[in-house]
């Protein structure tokens, strides 16, 4: 049965947990969300299964799998993060000493009642998103036939630990997701070139 985002609080939960990655760059969800770590087949069969609809294939052999979470999945939220790189301590702006690593990518993963309620909340991820970056660049993308919005850009507030990101953010029938790519000053490799691999690896099927 299709779990769908479906009371008030559960969508301020929603936006909350999406304002903390978009706005922080850092890994703190796992604190936001109880401890309920999903089976980690990606370690043991190079895939993992995010919600009802989506499969992401292992390809970069340098994204860790960090966490894989499924607290909220009775409401229909789904969140997964990697990892690339090494990680050093890191204060962040609560005072909590978190690992910091190179590179973070984090998917959110949103199941909605309809695709116009899908399409509607995606719309505002990408406003908050443009908003709260400075944005480089604006471009519509296909991979492995799903149809995404990628942006690049760099984090405005000084506080953020990172310096540069891109992300996507898609609708599949009634499920918005958002897609991003968080990166250190020391990171040289291209967000936007990983990231549309990333999104290469990824399968959407219906119900």
Same mark, same amino acid.
């Given at each position: 049965?299709?779990?769908?985002?479906?009371?008030?609080?559960?969508?301020?939960?929603?936006?909350?947990?999406?304002?903390?990655?978009?706005?922080?760059?850092?890994?703190?969800?796992?604190?936001?969300?109880?401890? &309920?770590?999903?089976?980690?087949? /990606?370690?043991?069969?190079?895939?993992?299964?995010?919600?009802?609809?989506?499969?992401?294939?292992?390809?970069?052999?340098?994204?860790?799998?960090?966490?894989?979470?499924?607290?909220?999945?009775?409401? #229909?939220? @789904?969140?997964?993060? /990697?990892?690339?790189?090494? !990680?050093?301590?890191?204060?962040?702006?609560? +005072?909590?000493?978190?690992?910091?690593?190179?590179?973070?990518?984090?998917?959110?993963? #949103?199941?909605?009642?309809? !695709?116009?309620?899908?399409?509607?909340?995606?719309?505002? /991820?990408?406003?908050?998103?443009?908003?709260?970056?400075?944005?480089? &660049?604006?471009?519509?993308?296909?991979?492995?036939?799903? $149809?995404?919005?990628?942006? $690049?850009?760099?984090?405005? &507030?000084?506080?953020?630990?990172?310096?540069? +990101?891109? !992300?996507? @953010?898609?609708?599949?029938?009634?499920?918005?997701?958002?897609?991003?790519?968080?990166?250190?000053?020391?990171? $040289?490799?291209?967000?936007?070139?990983?990231? $549309?691999? @990333?999104?290469?690896?990824?399968?959407?099927?219906?119900?």
């Amino acid at each position: 049965m299709k779990r769908i985002i479906k009371n008030n609080n559960v969508m301020k939960i929603f936006y909350l947990i999406f304002a903390t990655v978009m706005l922080t760059g850092c890994s703190v969800i796992s604190s936001a969300l109880s401890e &309920k770590d999903t089976e980690n087949t /990606w370690d043991t069969s190079d895939y993992v299964k995010i919600g009802d609809v989506l499969t992401v294939q292992k390809s970069d052999s340098r994204l860790t799998l960090l966490d894989n979470k499924d607290a909220l999945a009775s409401d #229909g939220l @789904f969140y997964c993060a /990697w990892t690339i790189g090494n !990680s050093e301590p890191y204060e962040n702006s609560e +005072g909590d000493t978190v690992d910091l690593y190179d590179a973070q990518l984090y998917l959110l993963l #949103g199941e909605f009642v309809s !695709s116009q309620k899908a399409q509607e909340n995606m719309n505002d /991820w990408l406003s908050s998103a443009k908003m709260n970056y400075e944005l480089i &660049k604006e471009d519509e993308i296909t991979c492995n036939g799903q $149809t995404y919005t990628l942006i $690049t850009y760099s984090y405005i &507030k000084e506080s953020n630990p990172y310096a540069r +990101g891109a !992300s996507a @953010f898609g609708v599949y029938e009634g499920n918005a997701v958002c897609v991003e790519l968080a990166c250190r000053d020391n990171f $040289t490799d291209d967000p936007e070139s990983i990231l $549309t691999d @990333f999104l290469d690896n990824c399968t959407y099927s219906s119900n």
